[in-house]
Every structure is written in C-alpha cells, then in structure tokens.
C-alpha cells in the first residue's frame, strides 16, 4: 500500500481496534497522526471525530481512521463537516466502494461490531483503492454541496 499520512483517532470503546490499526499503518509505512483517545477511560466520540477533521482541513494528513464502539457515532459526528466522506464500514467490498463510487476520506469502525482481521483488511482496501471518477463525480461533489432540489 503506497505511504500516506493517516489521521486516527477513537473513542474508549474503538481504543484497542484503534492501537492494532495505528500499529498496522506504522509497519507499512505510513505516517500516522494519532489524535487519541490514549486509554480505555470515557470520553466522548464527537471531540475525537472532530480532532480528525481538523487534521484532514490543517492538512496534517490525507486520510482518516475513526473507531468508537458501533463506528455510528463517529460517522455522524465526522459527516456534519462538508469536506468529509466518512464512511462506515463492515467488509472489504464496503470499503472498496466507498473509495470508488464515493471518494471517501475517512474509514470508520465499530470496535465493538467487527474482528481485527476483517478490520484490517478493510483498511488495507480502503488505502489502495482509487475513486473512479467518472459518473460518481458529480454525486460525490453534491455531498459538499447544500440540497437545491429536494426532488428531481
């Protein structure tokens, strides 16, 4: 998987899928911006959530991880920010999906929903998938975009 940097960051509930993930980024050599949580303590997901989005917008890295325990919290939280394409993910075809048909920038999780494997996995897809463009472009760039029509 080509080197990019990766902001991550998660709730109490993602912390451990969180570590295994961040340690899989670093062996492949990405550069990883890691927001916390640091610890298995409560803290709420939308601080986290937007802790990434921040890094995304300074720039600090091109693609973002988030994990809380369903990954529904965090993909809210991230997806009220028009720059953001969070997707929640459960398999690797959602994950290859999302990069192609939607261009997402942030994979999310559910610490508490899905195996370490199939985890990984899916974030090894969600990295080396390129957004095909194409007739998904003009869908992807109304997600930016506030509604003008409701209904075609």
Do not use: W
Not at 50 to 72: Q, W
Not at 109 to 134: K, P, Q, Y
């Amino acid at each position: 998987m080509p080197s990019t940097s990766i902001a991550i960051a998660s709730d109490h509930a993602g912390f451990d899928l969180k570590r295994t993930l961040a340690q899989a980024l670093g062996e492949g050599g990405h550069t990883i911006v890691d927001l916390g949580t640091d610890g298995p303590a409560s803290v709420d997901y939308p601080d986290y959530a937007y802790a990434m989005i921040s890094a995304l917008e300074d720039d600090r890295a091109e693609k973002g991880v988030l994990v809380c325990g369903s990954g529904i919290g965090v993909s809210m939280a991230a997806n009220r920010h028009p720059s953001i394409r969070a997707a929640l993910v459960h398999d690797p075809l959602g994950a290859r999906l999302a990069r192609q048909h939607n261009d997402a920038n942030v994979i999310c999780f559910g610490g508490r929903m899905i195996g370490t494997e199939v985890a990984l996995d899916c974030l090894n897809v969600f990295l080396t998938t390129e957004f095909v463009g194409g007739r998904h472009a003009g869908r992807v760039s109304k997600l930016s975009s506030p509604p003008v029509n409701v209904c075609p």
